[in-house]
Nanobody, 125 residues
Framework: QVQLVESGGGLVQAGGSLRLSCAASGRTFNNYAMGWFRQAPGKEREFVASISRSGFSTYFADSVKGRFTISRDNAKNTVYLQMNSLKPEDTAVYYC??????????????????WGQGTQVTVSS
């Protein structure tokens, strides 16, 4: 089992940047692919980005391609989401998540088994 804690959210103006961090408990962090999702008020939770166990493979939602990057530091048990050129429509609660080690990386919330508590990102126009 893994426990996840996000940090780094906040209020930023459009065009600005934020870096979210997700710290994982346990000593087997590199057994887990990791993902970021977000949920805006009144909307369903949506996929943002994911990264493979090694960090060599990354995937992004079309809405954030070219603006967001995902990375991980397995020595620090941490995954990051660097968000640049932020837009008001990026406003949401951002969650990091992990699937069971036996599962392949996916872009649906149903494919993830462990979730953090979320961190609020607000982008003002």
């Amino acid at each position: 089992q893994v426990q996840l804690v996000e940090s780094g959210g906040g209020l930023v103006q459009a065009g600005g940047s934020l870096r979210l961090s997700c710290a994982a408990s346990g000593r087997t962090f590199n057994n887990y692919a990791m993902g970021w999702f977000r949920q805006a008020p009144g909307k369903e939770r949506e996929f943002v980005a994911s990264i493979s166990r090694s960090g060599f493979s990354t995937y992004f939602a079309d809405s954030v391609k070219g603006r967001f990057t995902i990375s991980r530091d397995n020595a620090k048990n941490t995954v990051y989401l660097q968000m640049n050129s932020l837009k008001p429509e990026d406003t949401a609660v951002y969650y990091c998540a992990a699937p069971l080690p036996s599962k392949a990386v996916t872009n649906t919330p149903e494919g993830y088994d462990y979730w953090g508590q979320g961190t609020q990102v607000t982008v003002s126009s």
